[in-house]
Each structure stands twice: as structure tokens, then as C-alpha cells.
């Protein structure tokens, strides 16, 4: 495992949409490919090929960005208070800390929104780094997108309650 680097965190911000756009269809493509074809890959990352409508979807949600001397270099969203919806950090930066940094980050904010127990659908390439944080396998499913079918795993993490 590489060097945990020294990330930033800051919101999303209107502009970011077509770097988080590349961010995600890199780690699609370059992290993802032991796990999913590359029909499977491409059909998961068309869901970036309208920027404008994929940063309309970050600013929907809380989305945090995770920078590096200022570049974002990974982001994730949760969406209402309790189910991270995408997160994604660029394959050059993998494995140092960004992805943990970012969930870390998201369970605070879930459980100051009042959430009990936090929810993912973990890519086959996610599963375990989602384990390894806690959270636990709920079922497997498939989603389609642009034609092709994706397996995933629902899973949930619970949430430390605030003391009495």
C-alpha cells in the first residue's frame, strides 16, 4: 500500500463537474477492469458523458471533493442522510488514503444529519475497501446501465449514536 497523501477536503463546487467527470470515467476504466468488461465499463461510464447533467447530480447532494496542492484528485456524495452515491478517486492516487479520507468524512456528516446507519451499493472493486471500513454485505444485485448488466452489493454500516 502506498504513502497516505496529504488531502484536502472542500465542497463541490459548480466548476468541478468536468474534472470529476474525467476522475470518474479514469477510475472506472483504469480500477475497475478486473472486476467488469469492458462493454460493462464503458456503459458505467457514459453516466459522465453529459458533464453538465453529471454536475447537476453532484450538486444535488453533499458532495465532497478531495484535493492535493489544490487539484481534486476524488470525490463522493451522499446522498439524503444516509447512502453514499459515488465515490470515486483518480487511479494515480489510489490506495493513499483519498477514498478513506472521503468516506470518513461523509459517515460525520450522515450522523449529524440524524442517520443510524449508512448505505452503499459497492462495485465489485469497492467491496472490499467497504469491508475493511466496516460496513457489512446486505445482498447482491444487478443494475443496467446503457445496456449492460452490473453486478454490486448493498451494504450498510451502523452509525456510533450520540451519547446520552
Known amino acids: 500500500m502506498a504513502r497516505p497523501l496529504q488531502a484536502a477536503l472542500r465542497p463541490?463546487?459548480?466548476a468541478d463537474?468536468?474534472?470529476?467527470?474525467?476522475?470518474?470515467?479514469?477510475?472506472?476504466?483504469?480500477?475497475?477492469?478486473?472486476?467488469y468488461d469492458e462493454d460493462q465499463q464503458a456503459?458505467?461510464?457514459?453516466?459522465?458523458?453529459?458533464?453538465?447533467?453529471?454536475g447537476a447530480r453532484l450538486a444535488g447532494e453533499l458532495t465532497l471533493v478531495a484535493t492535493v496542492s489544490g487539484a481534486p484528485v476524488g470525490f463522493a456524495a451522499l446522498k439524503?442522510?444516509?447512502?453514499?452515491?459515488?465515490?470515486?478517486?483518480?487511479?494515480?492516487?489510489?490506495?493513499?488514503?483519498?477514498?478513506?479520507?472521503?468516506v470518513d468524512a461523509l459517515e460525520k456528516l450522515a450522523a449529524a444529519r440524524?442517520?443510524?446507519?449508512?448505505?452503499?451499493?459497492a462495485s465489485d472493486t469497492a467491496r472490499d475497501f467497504f469491508s475493511r471500513r466496516g460496513f457489512e454485505a446486505r445482498h447482491r444485485q444487478t443494475v443496467q446501465l446503457g445496456g449492460e448488466w452490473l453486478g454490486n452489493t448493498r451494504m450498510e454500516k451502523r452509525l456510533a449514536g450520540k451519547p446520552a
Open 12 to 14: 463541490f463546487l459548480p
Open 17 to 35: 463537474g468536468p474534472i470529476l467527470a474525467a476522475i470518474f470515467r479514469a477510475a472506472i476504466e483504469e480500477l475497475a477492469s478486473d472486476d
Open 43 to 54: 456503459a458505467w461510464a457514459s453516466a459522465a458523458d453529459d458533464e453538465a447533467a453529471f
Open 80 to 102: 439524503g442522510a444516509e447512502e453514499i452515491d459515488m465515490l470515486y478517486v483518480h487511479p494515480g492516487v489510489a490506495g493513499q488514503g483519498v477514498a478513506r479520507l472521503l
Open 114 to 121: 440524524g442517520a443510524k446507519v449508512l448505505r452503499v451499493d
